[in-house]
């Protein structure tokens, strides 16, 4: 079996006869490249008392027990302490192109006698107090935001790793110290559940909501919004929902902790990894703090579908409403939307008008649509109003 590192010009071959281990060293320009070899193919020729089974890939010397051990175990030693060196001097001379991290990744990740080791790691990546994140840009996002724990980033072995946005999380993960991995598409198929991970999956601590003592100051003086969501259960629909918020430009996202989707992986992806920079509040008891809010000269504004039945709480038209003071917009989850409860604080229900005559079934918008028509109507009058 031959093992030796790629990426040198240079060789040194190591033959393995009847009686001894004795190593022949070829040179090159300056540098020297170590095989190991132990194959009867390559032994003298003129060795004529060979047994002809070492093609089978049997031994093809003896030794005693505990002898050989030793030896291997300090070419071993040797062999890594010349990789080093041959490091040093490859990343001395490489394409600048390249960051000297990654360059160093290839070179571990070549080296046969590294392979074993690291293929024993990818079993753990369930490990407890850690989630897996996928998909390149959640992964970015969770290296660079630093809301999470970060422990070990595992890549896709072959081409697939040189594409820039995989190199781009090689190099947050170097930067800060992460351990990068590489293995195959089936272990990052096993880790993501069968999910698209785009070649890159990250074992992180898992991302919580945040709590109201950790909500930072306003610093500016615009008319604050703030969206409340009440029992959204689809982790699709969260990250969607999370995404336009961002994107608009909503104040602060508020969800209730009970029979809500939690802040999981597959929300940040179908986020495309803004879970990881926006910041999302969790609330026990969405009653008390809409209350507390109303108290404080907050206006709550609810939704209602187009065909909506009479109700004592006056509909307006999403595009007819005007935000002049600081607003709550509530957000009902898939299939009941809002409970009584929180019906009962709003002050206005908004509705989006449907643009031709709907068929019965197909009446309402998908929550994460909706909430991204709401917000840009409102948010749009906030501007407007300025």
């Known amino acids: 079996m031959w093992v030796f590192t790629t990426a040198q010009r240079h060789k040194v071959l190591h033959v393995c006869t009847r009686g001894s281990y004795k190593p022949v060293s070829v040179t090159g320009a300056g540098s020297s490249f170590a095989s190991y070899h132990s194959t009867g193919t390559l032994l003298h020729s003129e060795d004529s008392s060979i047994n002809p089974v070492v093609k089978k890939r049997r031994s093809v010397f003896q030794h005693k027990p505990g002898v050989y051990d030793h030896e291997r175990s300090t070419v071993s030693q040797a062999q890594k302490n010349e990789n080093q060196v041959l490091q040093k001097r490859i990343l001395k001379n490489s394409d600048s192109r390249v960051s000297s991290e990654l360059r160093k990744l290839c070179l571990e990740d070549s080296a046969g006698w590294e392979r074993p080791l690291r293929q024993k790691s990818t079993q753990d990546s369930k490990a407890d107090n850690y989630e897996i994140v996928f998909g390149i840009a959640p992964c970015v996002l969770a290296l660079t935001q630093g809301r999470r724990k970060a422990r070990k980033l595992f890549v896709k072995d072959g081409e697939a790793s040189n594409r820039a946005s995989v190199l781009k999380v090689c190099e947050e993960a170097h930067q800060r110290g992460v351990q990068v991995q590489r293995v195959s598409k089936k272990d990052l198929d096993k880790m993501s559940e069968g999910r698209v991970h785009q070649g890159v999956c990250l074992q992180a601590s898992p991302l919580n909501y945040l709590t109201e003592d950790s909500a930072p100051k306003r610093k500016d003086n615009a008319t604050p919004l703030w969206l409340v969501l009440e029992r959204v259960q689809d982790p699709m629909n969260l990250g969607a929902i999370l995404r336009s918020a961002y994107f608009l430009g909503v104040d602060r996202v508020a969800s209730s902790l009970r029979s809500s989707c939690p802040l999981s992986p597959v929300v940040s992806k179908a986020s495309s990894g803004t879970m990881e920079v926006i910041g999302a509040y969790g609330y026990e008891n969405l009653e008390e703090m809409l209350k507390l809010k ?25 595009s007819d409403f005007q935000m002049t003071r600081p607003t709550l917009l509530l957000i009902g989850g898939e299939g009941e939307g809002l409970s009584q409860k929180l019906l009962s604080l709003c002050q206005t229900l908004l509705t989006i008008p449907a643009g031709r005559e709907l068929f019965p079934g197909i009446e309402s918008l998908n929550v994460s649509v909706a909430t991204g028509i709401l917000l840009h109507s409102l948010l749009s009058s906030r501007r407007s109003t300025r």
């Open 294 to 318: 109303v108290a404080q000269g907050w206006q709550a504004v609810g939704t209602v579908g187009a065909e909506a039945q009479e109700c004592q709480i006056p509909v307006t038209q999403c």
